[in-house]
């Protein structure tokens, strides 16, 4: 058996019926004959919690330890900042309101198969990005949203997206967009550039399958970073479009480019991997080699 022990950590709330799927996770790998504890998180913060104790506790162990993370991209997010740079690596069940990393690795919705990726997939080691602001710094793996996306993450109610979940961001944005009145930002890199929001990719999919930065992989050591210079409601509604059917490199008023490093300063809100967190200035940069994480044999 290649893993000695698995922790399932779990979010119950995650969307999709989550608890119902973790349940029935739980009996998939114990009929395997899988040694199994499972780890229910109950507020935000407790997966990396959980997380950062098993790391704790195995990492300098002999044993063969695996983490499968159940839920969305913030229990995802959670997880991966508990298990950073140890050698335990990071499995996921989708269960969650968009499961963008799933999207990205090409991980089925079929519990069964997803489990069975999980037990006997490939461990690669992924470069994750790490942002910073006066206050706080966290890892992430699929995205850093700064201007309209960490606007319409910071509007989400969070009672609502406990019970209408993805309609939840969906309305967000919509609201955020009827009142967008943006606030200039200034990206450094080897140069400096004005836009009135921007993504940092470390993953091509975006939102769900959109492929906001189809260049992007979480193979390479580098972002691609995409900039809206328009201040223009119905422009940025045109480029918006553009994402959903995938000719957005082709529009004015944007910009698109790989780094390794950039600061962002101005005042807007700021989101990572769907996540709320916090407001700029932030500087973010490439982690190499942060993570273990499970792929399918077929991921290219």
Known sequence: MK?????????????????????????????????????????HGDAEQFARHIKESFNNSNEQILVLAAGGDGTYNEVLNGLAFSDIPMAILPMGTTSVLAKELKIPG???????????GSVKKVHL??????????????????????????????????HLKKITYILSGIK???NYDPEELYISNSKQTKAYTAVICKSSCYGGSFKLAPDASLKEPCFYVFLSKTQSKICFAF????????FHL???????????????????????????????????EIVHDALNLIVPESWD
């Open 3 to 43: 893993y000695k022990k698995v922790f399932l950590i779990g979010n119950p709330i995650a969307g999709g019926g989550a608890l119902k799927k973790i349940k029935k996770a739980e009996q998939i790998l114990k009929s395997s004959g899988m040694p199994l504890e499972t780890l229910l998180t109950g507020k």
């Open 110 to 120: 079929n519990l069964k198969k997803a489990v069975n990726i999980a037990l006997t």
């Open 129 to 162: 990005g790490k942002i910073k602001n006066q206050e706080k710094q966290r890892l992430f793996i699929l995205m850093a949203g700064i201007g309209f996306d960490g606007q319409a993450v910071y509007n989400v109610n969070p009672e609502k997206k406990r």
């Open 176 to 178: 955020t967009l009827l």
């Open 239 to 246: 480029q918006i479009l553009g994402i959903i059917f995938g």
């Open 250 to 284: 082709k529009l004015k008023h944007i910009d698109y480019f790989k780094v390794e490093k950039l600061k962002i300063s101005g005042d807007a809100h700021v989101q990572i991997d769907g996540d709320y967190f916090g407001k700029n200035p932030v500087e973010i």
